[in-house]
């Protein structure tokens, strides 16, 4: 089983910046892909962006330019810098990760972290 803390959300000006970061803990065998979703209120959830285990990005088009994931292995941690925020970004903010148990291939969930984009 995999564990996913998300932390780093919070309430930020118009063309701000956050980090977010989002740590795996657990019993696994290796992580592959991680990344990240939001869903904003009334809304389905959305893509956001991806990293593979080679450190090859995609993103959406709304965020890109603007958004730049990034991962550290050694620490089984995934990162988000969103920068030039708007409005629009505001949502809880979900990683998620593609993970090998040695037995089983899953996808765990983060619980979400707040992100408020407001002046």
């Known amino acids: 089983q995999v564990h996913l803390v998300e932390s780093g959300g919070g309430l930020v000006q118009p063309g701000g910046s956050l980090r977010l970061s989002c740590a795996a803990s657990?019993?696994?065998?290796?992580?592959?892909?991680m990344g990240w979703y939001r869903q904003a209120p009334g809304k389905e959830r959305e893509y956001v962006a991806r990293?593979?285990?080679?450190?090859?990005?995609n993103y959406d088009d709304s965020v890109r330019g603007r958004f730049t994931i990034s991962r550290d292995n050694a620490e089984n941690t995934v990162y988000l810098q969103m920068n030039t925020l708007k409005p629009e970004d505001t949502a809880v903010y979900y990683c998620?990760?593609?993970?090998?148990?040695?037995?089983?291939?899953?996808?765990?969930w983060g619980q979400g972290t707040q992100v408020t984009v407001s002046s």
């Open positions: 990293v593979t285990s080679g450190d090859t990005t």
């Open positions: 657990g019993s696994f065998f290796r992580i592959n892909a």
């Open positions: 998620n990760a593609d993970f090998d148990s040695g037995r089983y291939y899953d996808t765990a």
